[in-house]
């Protein structure tokens, strides 16, 4: 039956923000650490290097968010933001690849990320802004399917170029180019309400971060932390999986760069089918239930391929494919229901404050973790551990999850 509430087109539109922000990503985190590791002597080096320019990054999202709030312009609130942003960032992006000495290189990767969170924070304001609330766990779910395609086909373009021939800065071309013309589609297909004559309280004008947090009731601040700890912990165990999945490829099983994105091209395909199952769905399961499933089973896959990794005489690679499938199934769920749980904190139009700091969050993940697991990577030896951090990361998320109050969001 056709939902005539629920605006599809509306939803797919402004998840081209969510394609244009996502499709250099994989690109990113397949290819510039293996860049990174033939400059630099070990894999702590490089997770320090990758965490420097997150943890920059990061303190971007906040400011940007607060700042979008309070922008008045005829283009809106969020758009200025984003097209300016894409145009710089796209340019870094391309850039990356031709820089040969270290510090040149290491100077357009802070350029990257911090042009790119220069953004991150307005793309999740602006779905807030447009979608009623009754509608954001599907309209998120609509944007994760867009997000995952995106990653697919970046995966299957730098397999295929790499395949044919061709070399990182043609992968680096392609992600550039798709991330541009996208938030171009975006904000030209999106059309903000005019917020120079919008009105909104007094307080809101001036709002900091802190203030957001202290606009919460008193019994809901200690439940926002939780989140927050639980955000951290699965988004910690994600990146290691994408970051540091091709050097294990490279590594345990012998396999090119370019072959192993094949594998995380199949872990995005299985979270597009389940962000599209999750799209026709509407409070079928509570949003915590899920959440907690899935992280629970994450573990579990994440820990039983590291236990056959260490066993001798096991073929990894029919496995692999079966351990991508699973993971990004609920890697998928995670991530569709976790969002609007956050957003039960919504309050007062501070949906750029709100979102500001869920991507600090995530930010603060990305910078986290390249250190810290390079650290585990240097004393273990092998990339083979990056299993056993996962599963113990999202155990962590799914023990934070199970013991902080139960919150209840009807879609």
Known sequence: MKDEK?????????????????VTQPLYSAFVPSLLAERL???????????????????LHPAVGAISDRTRCRFGRRRPYILSGVVF???????????????????????YSLTLAYWKAPIGAIQVDCVKPEYITRSNAVASCVLALSSVIAYLAGNRLTASGLDERDVFLFGGVAMIITAGIGCMTVHEQDSRNMNFPKKHKKRSILETFLTIERKRRKDMLLMLLVILSAFIANYG?????????????????GRATLYLAVYMFSYLIASFCFSCMRGKVSAETLSRTSLGTAAIVMSGFFILCCMKGVKLQG????????????????????YPLWLTFLKDGNSGNLMGVYFVCTGLAMAIMPALYGVIRDASGTYVSIFAFCSVMFLSAWGILKIRRKVTWNN
């Open 89 to 111: 960032a796209g340019i870094s992006f391309m850039l990356i690849p031709w820089l040969n000495t270290f510090w040149q290189f290491v100077a357009v990767l802070i350029c």
């Open 41 to 59: 002597s070990n894999t702590t080096q490089v997770g320090l290097i990758l965490s420097f320019c997150n943890l920059l990054a990061m303190i």
């Open 241 to 257: 999986f994408e970051y540091f999945f091709v050097l294990f490829a490279e590594e345990r099983m012998m396999l090119t760069a």
């Open 319 to 338: 496995i692999l494919w079966v351990i991508c499938i699973l993971y990004g199934v609920c890697w998928g769920t995670f991530n569709i229901y976790i």
């Open 6 to 22: 629920f605006n599809w087109k509306l939803s797919l539109c402004i998840s081209l923000f969510s394609f244009s922000s996502y």
